[in-house]
């Protein structure tokens, strides 16, 4: 099966970002969201990213009014469901979220449509029976930001098809990201691993080990990581740090990966990285 038709359920950070990499790849795509509002803010938001591709000769103008021509809103879920190859969600980590969404889009959509969720923690096992087919439903954990990030992590539940996962691999290739397929378990494997990292960080800023660019550095000079990890969780989000913290504390370990203090008490304060404009550091 080849996906040319491509559903993204939530234009927000993700959601923009997945229908931006499908288009451009040749994809028809259709952005869906609750209001016209929200997804007229995530076209405009591809658009912005594909001005600013074309400014610093990353993308030609050609591949711009390409993507932008395949690329349309749709705020009716059913239109936006229709004849479409894939149907990927990219809304927010809440799992009651998610099961409505697909069990509103389910019957909408093709017999042969496969169903992706752009959960970067939650257990497929919580969210597949709101799927049609549960042979026709994968993970597919995109990175931020989507149009720069080269992994796409794709998560196999039990029941997901040997040939659904064919035909995501053979697309996550065509959009250009590398896949890599994992089984289906609490933080899959990059979140579980992000996380561990980035918790232990907040602890020892927490304990006043070091400054927070200190402890970055340790890890993008020292070894390598083009990214220190508080850095990082200011750019994922310290509110889908927390998210995804909770559930591996609840799944997993809740020692290992119980949310620091610290943590808890900026996201309460609103500060929540880069989006917020202050998190572990301060942002224009």
């Known amino acids: ?28 795509v259709r952005l869906h969201d609750v ?27 050609e591949v711009r009014a390409a993507a932008l021509a395949n690329l349309s809103g749709a705020a009716d879920l059913a239109q936006a469901v229709a004849d479409a190859d ?14 409505r969404i697909f069990a509103a889009a389910a019957p909408h959509a093709t017999a042969t449509a496969i169903f992706g969720s752009n959960t970067s923690s939650l257990p497929l096992a919580g969210i597949i029976d709101s799927a049609p ?26 029941q997901t098809s040997d040939a659904v996962i064919d035909t995501v691999v053979a697309f996550a290739q065509r959009i250009g990201k590398k896949p890599i ?32 660019a200190d402890i970055d550095a340790a890890m993008t000079l020292g070894y ?18 927390l998210a995804i913290a909770e559930t591996l504390a609840a799944e997993i370990d809740p020692v290992r990966f119980g949310p620091p203090q610290l943590l808890r008490d900026l996201v309460a304060a609103g500060k929540l990285g880069r989006k917020s404009g202050e998190g572990f550091y301060k942002y224009d």
């Open 1 to 28: 099966m080849r996906i040319d038709t491509v559903c993204v359920i939530g234009a927000g950070t993700m959601g923009h970002g997945i229908a931006q990499v499908a288009a451009m790849a040749g994809c028809k």
């Open 35 to 61: 209001s016209e509002d929200a997804i007229a803010a995530g076209l405009a938001k591809v658009a912005k990213n594909l001005d600013k591709g074309v400014a610093r000769g990353k993308v030609t103008e």
């Open 86 to 99: 894939l149907v990927v969600e990219a809304v927010p980590e809440k799992p009651d979220l998610k099961r």
């Open 133 to 158: 087919d549960a042979s026709r439903f994968c993970g597919m954990h995109f990175f931020n930001p989507v149009h720069i990030q080269p992994l796409l992590e794709i998560v196999r539940a039990e």
């Open 181 to 212: 397929v994992v089984k289906d378990s609490p933080g899959f494997a990059s979140s579980r691993l992000g996380l561990a990292l980035g918790l232990e960080a907040i602890r020892m800023l927490e304990e006043g080990v070091a400054s927070a």
């Open 224 to 241: 390598r990581h083009p990214m220190g990890p508080l850095a990082l969780t200011d750019l994922v989000g310290l509110d889908v740090r």
